[in-house]
Structure formats: C-alpha cells, structure tokens
C-alpha cells in the first residue's frame, strides 16, 4: 500500500461535512512504460501551506484521499530519475467532482556509459580524457576505463582526448578519435564495454599571438582550436519550435584550448593537417555589474599543411551593433526574435535582441567571424527574406560590419497539422520540413491522453511527421541533425497549404 500523507480532518469538519477531493494516479518510467516503485509525490497549492504527499506502490501506483479542495502542481522525484511528462499538464483542481483526479507523471531513468581507450596496438590509454562532444567531460583511468554517469536517453557523439604533449614536427603521435558511431542509450539499461581506438596522425605546432583593442599583447585570453567543416541541415528547438538552417560551412567541437601567457603568446603543440578555426576570447570579472561590456573576442583562420605554423595574430575587439526593421506585409505586428549567431556550433541563440517600438532591431555581433541572421518563427508567422545590402541572406552566411543594416520580411502561416496517434498518450510528434537549403520551421508537440494532437500556425511546404515513444526532451543542436535521416525514414509525408491537414501516425518506440 502507498505511504499517504494528506491534510488531517477535524472532528468539527467532518460535522459540518466539508468537502475535500483526492487524486490517483501512475509513475511510469517513459522508455519502458514500467511502474517506477518507490517515488515520491508531493501536490501542493503554491499560494497556501496546503500539500499532500504519497510513495508509489510496487507497481508504481499511489492515491491520496481527504485533500482540501483547491488547484494543485505536483513535484514528484526518484534518485537515478529525472522528472518527465505530466498528463495531463497541471494545474489539477481537487474536489471539483466526486471523482479523483487522474494523473500520469512520466520520469527518465539515468543511466551510465562505460568503456576504454586504447591506442592503435590494443594498449591502454593511460593519461588523457573522454568527452561527449558538447556534454560532459571524464578522466580516463590508468587501465584506460572510463565511466559516464547520469546520461539521458539518446544518441551521443563520443570522443578520445589523448594528452597533448609537444612532438617533433610531422612525427605521428595518439590524436583525438570520434567513435565511429553514435553511441546510443536506450534507457532501459547502462551501457557498456564501448572500445574508442585510438588513431594516429602526423602533427604540427601552430602558435601566436593575442593583441588587444590597442595592438598590445594580450595575457590570460582563453583561445580554442576548432576544425572548420561543412555541416548538413542544423538544428534548434525552442519550444514547441524547431528551427533549421541548411547545409553550410562550421566549425566542429572544441579539440583543444589553452591560454594566453604573459607576452600574449599560445601555442598548440600537436595539430594535425586540416583546416581550422582560433577563435579568442578575454572576460572580466564575471560578479561585476558591467561583465558584458568587458568580453572581447577574435578569429583567425589558418591552414595546417605538412609543417609548423607560427606567428599568427589574433585581435580581439569589442562586439557592435547592427540594425534591421521588420515587414510584416498585412499581417499584425508581433513581438519577433531575431537573433544573429557566429557561424559555427558555439552559439546557436546567443541571446535576446532588444526590439524597439518602431519595429527596429538592435543586435549584437561578435567580431572577426562570420555570422547568420537568423529571424525565427512563431504561431502563425513565419520568416521568408532577409536582405543585407539587397542582397538576399536568409540562412546564408555574411560578414557583418558596425553599422550595417538589414531587412526581415515575415508572412501569415495559415497552416495546421491534426492526427491520431494509436496507442498515442503521452507520444512526441515531430514535424520537420523536407529539404532545408535555408531555413525551415518545425514543430514538436505530445499527444493528449487519447492520442491526439494538433499543430496550428505551421507554415506552407513540404514535411515529415512522425511520433515516437522515446525522444529527448530537449536534445542538442548535434543529437538532433544526426536524428534527421531517421525520422525522414520512418516518417510520414504531409504536405501543408494555407488549410488544415490529417494524418494517421504510428508510434515508434524511438529514432535511434
């Protein structure tokens, strides 16, 4: 029987026969539909000293009985769990019927990633680290293990850090290895004896120097070395909204840093050949009131051929300013994102635009980088132009300059997308647009308890829907381009116009 802990009636109030309601419900665990045993559950009015608590039973049922009437949010929790869906969503009004209120509370179970290192013979990579490329960060063990705690579901890019130590030019040394697949983690249970093999490659030392504003050497400026690709269809959610940006040039993960020392100079002592990008940054106190006024950055870009590079310069400077004003043809103004982000994978949205009541656009830029104008989408409205100098940009990268203006033109996005999905309750529905060569707006939304969902205001074209049981909840930028192909693969076409569209869905445990 579940513990109950619930507000306890007088005898005075059992006499004047108040009122009072319950609530019962499941804790499932939202891979495997399991009852999760043993979670705690806490209903409280936030407004009011008024809570009532219980344990899940053995099959992750519980109840609670004599609540005081009143609108509730619920808290529920587990070590090794993290909290997921609620279904319905709160608030939930106790003692509005005879009936208890029904609830399912979905929570994810943590699991850990286990594996080794070894180099290009089968030894043991003794001194050096592994990483989820933008995630977490774990030493390796003298015997070349490791062990990743905590992880979410999903699919994961792992990479082997050897220790960077200075090598004669050109010798072939131990580099940073990307597991040749995406490491994926069901949920249901820990993942191990994953094996990264080292390779191999020839190295070059690259080095320079960091100047301030005033051409002065720079101390304790962190720089990064990151490589330069090209990138498919990339991709940002942001509520229920997901924006793609298409196929263009980037930067890939951060393989090394180092800092500055006290003439300005840094050096990468290992780099393989390859294209890359120094990127540069010098901070103020972070605690100090003024902190953003006090970030300086820079870029340069350099080739690794088959020799050292030396005496390179990276220039910091301050961010600037850039204008845009927004057309919004006939449709109402609203209030719009626009944001402008340096071409690469550290800022997909770096931050808030400040919009004036005019309708002009105020924003930011880092210097020295190539930047996206990246105007978003909203319900029912939908970005269709950007122009730079007359020239149309959107989803293109440009060289912005201080001063430099430019022009968003949205439009109505009529659309919308209703379905069915079987067995649905609870399911993710993704919506994303077939062939992105600039930008595209997506959708992604849980299925009512019977299996319903609707999408309004989704802009004209082409799309893939598919529903799946198990999909992160807020995934990255890298986890969610690896995922397009797979929900293209088991999704259904939907083609949407200015009217409302229907589509019956499967569910499909994941897009792994």
């Known amino acids: ?20 309601g319950s609530v019962e419900g499941t804790v499932v665990d939202r891979v495997t539909g399991a009852g999760i045993p043993g979670a705690s559950i806490t209903f409280y009015i936030r407004t009011q000293a008024v809570f009532a608590e219980a344990t899940t039973d053995a099959s992750g049922d519980f109840r609670i009985f004599g609540m005081k009437p009143g609108s509730y949010e619920v808290r529920f929790e587990k070590e090794g769990y993290r909290p997921g869906n609620r ?78 130590i200075a090598a004669p030019e050109g010798a072939r040394v131990p580099v940073i290895t990307y597991s040749p697949e995406r490491i994926v983690i069901r949920g249901d249970a820990d993942v191990s004896s994953v094996e990264v093999r080292l390779l191999t490659a020839e190295v070059y030392r690259v080095s320079g120097v960091v100047l301030d504003e005033t051409g002065n050497p720079k101390a304790g400026a962190e720089v990064q070395l990151l490589p330069k690709i090209q990138t498919g269809a990339r991709v940002a959610t942001m509520g229920q909204i997901i924006t793609m940006v298409g196929p263009g040039p980037s930067t890939g993960p951060v393989e090394a840093r180092v800092v500055s020392g006290e003439d300005g100079s840094f050096a ?89 009541p005019d309708g002009t656009v105020s924003l930011g830029v880092a210097p020295a980088r190539k930047s996206l104008i990246l105007p978003l989408a909203g319900p029912g409205y939908y970005p269709v132009s950007v122009l730079l100098g007359g020239q149309e940009v959107l989803g293109k990268p440009v060289d912005l300059f201080p001063g430099a203006t430019f022009r968003v033109a949205y439009r109505a996005a009529n659309g919308s997308v209703h379905g069915t999905v079987e067995n649905g309750s609870g399911a993710t529905v993704l919506l994303i647009p077939d062939n992105v060569l600039t ?18 205001g989704v802009p004209p074209g082409e799309y893939y829907a598919a529903a799946v049981v198990q999909f992160q909840q807020s995934p990255g930028a890298d986890t969610f381009s690896a995922l397009l192909p797979r929900i293209a693969a088991i999704g259904t076409r939907v083609s949407v116009g200015q009217t409302a569209a229907s589509v019956e869905l499967k569910l499909n445990p994941s897009v792994e």
């Open 439 to 456: 930008m595209g707006f997506g959708r992604m939304v849980t299925c009512k308890a019977d299996g319903t969902f609707d999408m309004n």
């Open 268 to 356: 990468f002592p290992a780099i393989r050949s390859g294209e890359w990008q120094l990127a540069a940054v010098s901070r103020g106190n972070i605690d100090a009131a003024n902190f953003n006024d006090t970030v300086r950055s820079g870029a340069v870009d350099v080739v690794v051929g088959n020799r050292n590079v030396g005496n390179l310069q990276i220039r910091l400077a301050a961010s600037f300013k850039v204008t845009g004003t927004v057309d919004w043809g006939d449709f109402p103004k609203q209030r719009v994102d626009i944001m402008v982000s340096s071409v690469g994978r550290q800022s997909v949205f770096p931050g808030l635009p400040r919009i004036d």
């Open 87 to 164: 279904i319905p969503a709160k608030p939930y009004i106790v003692g509005e019927s005879p009936s208890p209120v029904r609830i399912r509370l979905e929570m994810t179970r943590l699991v850990s990633l286990s594996g080794r290192v070894v180099d290009s013979e089968g030894n043991p990579m003794s001194q050096g680290e592994v990483k989820i490329v933008d995630g977490i960060t774990v030493p390796v063990a003298a015997d070349g293990t490791f062990v990743m705690k905590d992880l979410e579901p999903g699919s994961y890019s792992l990479a082997a850090v050897p220790r960077a």
């Open 1 to 20: 029987m579940p513990r109950v802990i619930a507000p306890v009636l007088t005898f005075a109030a059992l006499i004047l026969g108040q009122t009072t």
